[in-house]
T-cell receptor, first 112, second 113 residues
Framework: AQSVSQHNHHVILSEAASLELGCNYS??????LFWYVQYPGQHLQLLLK??????LVKGIKGFEAEFIKSKFSFNLRKPSVQWSDTAEYFC??????????FGDGTTLTVKP | DVKVTQSSRYLVKRTGEKVFLECVQD?????MFWYRQDPGLGLRLIYF???????EKGDIPEGYSVSREKKERFSLILESASTNQTSMYLC????????????FGPGTRLTVT
């Protein structure tokens, strides 16, 4: 069975600080990897995804993630966070049938 | 834009009641999902449907059942609600293969008293 581990449950940063959220997965087959974000009071929405090709993927609002196959990792990064990035972030891995396993989530608080 | 709608944003039910949560998507997606979201536990899959009348148990199916009679609609049923089913319930949909992301509804916050 696949599993997803997010290393940090709660991260607090000041504006302009750099962000890296860790995500490791356990799955033996071909993976499709996702980061979703849930802003306060809003739906979960896609931030970025990887399914093939360039392991460095770019998403909305300046976020990027790097797939490192040898480390089973898909870490999320942003060079300079803003107060509006305050949200909960979820890493997920899909099977070929489209079923997802989510990590426990990381709550990011950005202080102005 | 894909739209996933859920029948209620907030619901309060009594222990032992039968509860229906409905979800509708408008993008002709094959897959539909029901999750519950609890603080510190992320999203846990309750049931998954990959076609009309087809369903598969997720990680926490106990106490729940589902129905998918039409492609666009996926219902979650709590046969006899209990207080430990108080939670946020999220519906999602996607195309069939794993390369596609899921689209989420706004959620239903269910309180069982």
């Amino acid at each position: 069975a696949q599993s997803v581990s997010q290393h940090n449950h709660h991260v607090i940063l000041s504006e302009a600080a750099s962000l890296e959220l860790g995500c490791n997965y356990s799955y033996g087959g071909t993976v499709n990897l996702f980061w979703y974000v849930q802003y306060p009071g809003q739906h979960l929405q896609l931030l970025l995804k990887y399914f093939s090709g360039d392991p460095l993927v770019k998403g909305i609002k300046g976020f990027e993630a790097e797939f490192i196959k040898s480390k089973f990792s898909f870490n999320l990064r942003k060079p300079s966070v803003q107060w509006s990035d305050t949200a909960e972030y979820f890493c997920a891995v899909n099977t070929n049938a489209g079923k997802s396993t989510f990590g426990d989530g990381t709550t990011l608080t950005v202080k102005p | 834009d894909v739209k996933v709608t859920q029948s209620s944003r907030y619901l309060v039910k009594r222990t032992g009641e039968k509860v229906f949560l409905e979800c509708v998507q408008d993008m002709d997606h094959e897959n539909m999902f029901w999750y519950r979201q609890d603080p510190g536990l992320g999203l846990r899959l309750i049931y998954f449907s990959y076609d009309v009348k087809m369903k598969e148990k997720g990680d926490i199916p106990e106490g729940y059942s589902v129905s998918r009679e039409k492609k666009e609609r996926f219902s979650l049923i709590l046969e006899s609600a209990s207080t430990n089913q108080t939670s946020m319930y999220l519906c999602a949909s996607s195309f069939r293969t794993g390369a596609y992301e899921q689209y989420f509804g706004p959620g239903t916050r269910l309180t069982v008293t």
